[in-house]
């Protein structure tokens, strides 16, 4: 079965800064999707950056990247010049679909809760 | 704005009570998910639909049910609430296409659920 670990409960960063979340997958599939969700004080759940496993090319969102690494089974979420609005907690999360079923599955990490600091 | 609506915003009631919570997803889309998410807790998945059929479930109580209708909204029903059911309740719906280029999960604001 699929697992996402996310080994960092909490973060704190400088504004200004830049912060490395990580996040760990375990998965014998091959195709498969990579999510990082952002949950800010008011609780609503945001898409931060998608990341499809057959690209080898890192994907970005203005301030926000991600290090892809299929092999040591990585993905983690940096954000560049942090804002005091990027204080949430960031949810790691995995997806892989089955086409003969044609199901989606979601699995999502615990949580890293980032604190940023002016 | 997500597109996805959910009702309502917040609920308080007794223990033992029953409540439902509604989900609109977005427009097009097919699936819709709930989740769970008790006070600074990660993200429990309950239960998901795709085109008014179950299709996943997970951690969710015999005292829980949904279903999904026609018109694609959905429908968490809670029943004989304790208090450790006190907590927001995510729905999020997907496009479920066959092809997954552009699958992700968009969320409700969630109903926040105090049970006393």
């Known amino acids: 079965a699929q697992t996402v670990t996310q080994s960092q409960p909490e973060m704190s960063v400088q504004e200004a800064e830049t912060v490395t979340l990580s996040c760990t997958y375990d998965t014998s599939e091959n195709n498969y999707y990579l999510f990082w969700y952002k949950q800010p004080p008011s609780r609503q759940m945001i898409l931060v950056i998608r990341q499809e496993a057959y690209k080898q090319q890192n994907a970005t969102e203005n301030r926000f990247s991600v290090n892809f690494q299929k092999a040591a089974k990585s993905f983690s979420l940096k954000i560049s010049d942090s804002q005091l609005g990027d204080t949430a907690m960031y949810f790691c999360a995995f997806m892989k679909h089955r086409y003969l079923s044609g199901t989606y599955k979601y699995i999502f990490g615990t949580g890293t809760r980032l604190k940023v600091l002016a | 704005d997500s597109g996805v609506t959910q009702t309502p915003k917040h609920l308080i009631t007794a223990t033992g009570q029953r409540v439902t919570l509604r989900c609109s997803p977005r427009?097009?889309?097919?699936?819709v998910y709930w989740y769970q998410q008790s006070l600074d807790q990660g993200l429990q998945f309950l239960i998901q639909y795709y085109n008014g059929e179950e299709r996943a479930k997970g951690n969710i109580l015999e005292r829980f049910s949904a279903q999904q209708f026609p018109d694609l909204h959905s429908e968490l029903n809670l029943s004989s609430l304790e208090l450790g059911d006190s907590a927001l309740y995510f729905c999020?719906?997907?496009?479920?296409?066959?092809?997954?280029?552009?699958?992700?999960?968009?969320f409700g604001s969630g109903t926040q659920l105090s049970v006393l």
């Open positions: 999020a719906s997907s496009p479920h296409r066959e092809i997954a280029t552009n699958e992700k999960l968009f």
């Open positions: 427009s097009g889309d097919l699936s």
